[in-house]
C-alpha cells in the first residue's frame, strides 16, 4: 500500500517540475508510509524516498514503514538532513507543505541546503488519505460495529443519578473488550443543559429524569476510527423534546440522502441545513453538517456552507446536524457514510429512533 502511494506522490511531484518533496505532517507521513509513531519524516528526492525517525522507533519503523529507506537519526529529523546533503543538488525545487512547515523548521531547511529552492507544494498533498482503499473500509466498519454495540450496552446505565463520566467510562470499557484498540476521541457525554454544548466531554454531572443525553464517541480498529452520535432521553420525552429531536433526524436522512460521488461538501450541508432553518434553528445549529474520518477524526472532505471540497467514490464522511438551545439541551444524530456513485452507504446501525429510556 504505501510503496503505490509514495510513487503516486513521486508522479505528482514530477509533474510540478518539482525535484523532490519533504513531507513532515505526521498524518501525511503514516498515510504514505505506515508508520504510526510520533516523530518521523519522509523526503522524496531524485534519490527515491527516505524516512527519518529517532532511535524510539527503531523496530517500529523497521516493520512499518514500506517504500522508504529508513534512516535512524538524533535528534530532530530536519536537523538530521545536514547529513544527507546528497539528496539535493543545486538549485533542487523540493516542495514543502506551507501549512504544517513552521517557520523555525524552514530556516533550517535553508541553512542546511542553502541552495535548494522550497516552494509551497501543499496542493499535493491536500487530499492525501481522503479516498479510502478497500482494507481501509473494512477497518472502519469494524470500528462502526464496536461502536454501536457497545453504545446498545450502555443504554441500561442511563438512569437518573448516574454521573456522566461513569456512563463514559463504561462506554469506553466496552468498545476495549470489543477489540477497540483506543477511544477515536476523548468521549462526549453531555446530559440536560449540558447538550446545548456540542463538545461537551463527560463531566461529574449527574443524569437527571427528563434529560437529554447526548453521547458522541468512537472506536479504533487497524489505526481506523469511527465517530458517532446518539441522543437519547431519560424517561419520558417531552412534545418540544420529540419536536426538535424529530427535526434533527429529518435533517441528517436528507443529508445522507444527498451524499453521492460528485456532490460538493457544500450541498450535503445546504440539505442538512434547509431542513433546520425552515424549522426556526437554523441560529442553532452553528457548524458544520461533517467531515471525512480515517486515521482521525476530522479529516477531509468537509461537509460545511464553506466546502469547496466535491465528495469522491470511497470517502467516508460523517453526517451530523445538531440543534442547540443554551440553558436547555441539545439533540445531534450521526453516521458514518461511505460514498458512493449512486449515493451514500450508512455504516452505522445503532437505531435512530428517539429511544426513552
Avoid at 285 to 302: A, E, M
Amino acid at each position: 500500500m504505501s510503496t503505490t502511494r509514495i510513487n503516486a506522490l513521486r508522479k505528482k511531484v514530477k509533474a510540478e517540475n518539482l525535484d523532490g518533496m519533504i513531507v513532515n505532517q505526521l498524518d501525511h507521513v503514516r498515510y504514505f508510509t505506515g508508520f504510526t509513531g510520533s516523530s518521523g519524516l519522509l523526503v522524496i528526492s531524485p534519490k527515491g524516498a527516505d524516512f527519518f525517525t529517532d532511535f524510539r522507533y527503531k523496530d517500529q519503523s523497521a516493520k512499518q514503514v514500506k517504500g522508504a529507506r529508513v534512516h535512524i537519526i538524533k535528534g530532530d529529523p530536519i536537523d538530521s538532513l545536514k547529513d544527507f546533503t546528497n539528496l539535493a543538488g543545486p538549485n533542487y525545487r523540493f516542495g514543502i507543505d506551507g501549512d504544517h512547515v513552521t517557520v523555525a523548521q524552514y530556516n533550517k531547511l535553508r541553512h542546511i541546503w542553502p541552495t535548494v529552492l522550497l516552494p509551497r507544494a501543499e496542493s499535493l498533498l491536500g487530499d492525501a488519505g481522503w479516498v479510502k482503499e478497500k482494507v481501509e473500509i473494512d477497518l472502519i466498519t469494524k470500528a462502526c460495529a464496536i461502536s454501536d454495540t457497545a453504545f446498545e450496552r450502555v443504554l441500561g446505565l442511563v438512569t437518573p443519578g448516574v454521573r456522566e463520566r461513569e456512563i463514559a467510562a463504561e462506554l469506553e470499557y466496552q468498545m476495549a473488550m470489543l477489540g477497540s484498540e483506543r477511544p477515536a476521541f476523548e468521549t462526549i457525554l453531555a446530559s440536560g443543559w449540558r447538550a446545548a454544548l456540542p463538545h461537551g466531554v463527560a463531566s461529574d454531572k449527574k443524569i437527571a429524569r427528563g434529560d437529554f443525553v447526548t453521547f458522541d464517541f468512537g472506536a479504533t480498529v487497524g489505526g481506523y476510527v469511527s465517530d458517532i452520535t446518539r441522543t437519547v432521553v431519560v424517561g419520558k420525552a417531552t412534545s418540544r423534546q420529540k419536536r426538535i429531536y424529530g427535526i434533527v433526524l429529518k435533517s441528517q436522512l436528507a443529508g445522507i440522502k444527498k451524499v453521492k460521488a460528485g456532490v460538493s461538501g457544500k450541498a450535503v450541508d445546504d440539505a442538512c441545513r434547509k431542513i433546520i432553518t425552515r424549522a426556526g434553528f437554523g441560529k442553532a445549529f452553528g457548524h458544520g453538517t461533517g467531515h471525512g474520518i480515517g486515521f482521525y477524526v476530522h479529516v477531509g472532505p468537509r461537509l460545511s456552507p464553506l466546502s469547496h471540497d466535491l465528495l469522491k467514490v470511497n470517502n467516508v464522511v460523517t453526517v451530523e446536524p445538531g440543534i442547540y438551545i443554551s440553558g436547555w439541551g441539545g439533540v445531534r444524530i450521526e453516521d458514518d457514510v461511505v460514498v458512493t456513485r449512486s449515493g451514500g452507504r450508512v455504516l452505522n446501525r445503532a437505531p435512530k429512533n428517539l429511544l426513552e429510556l
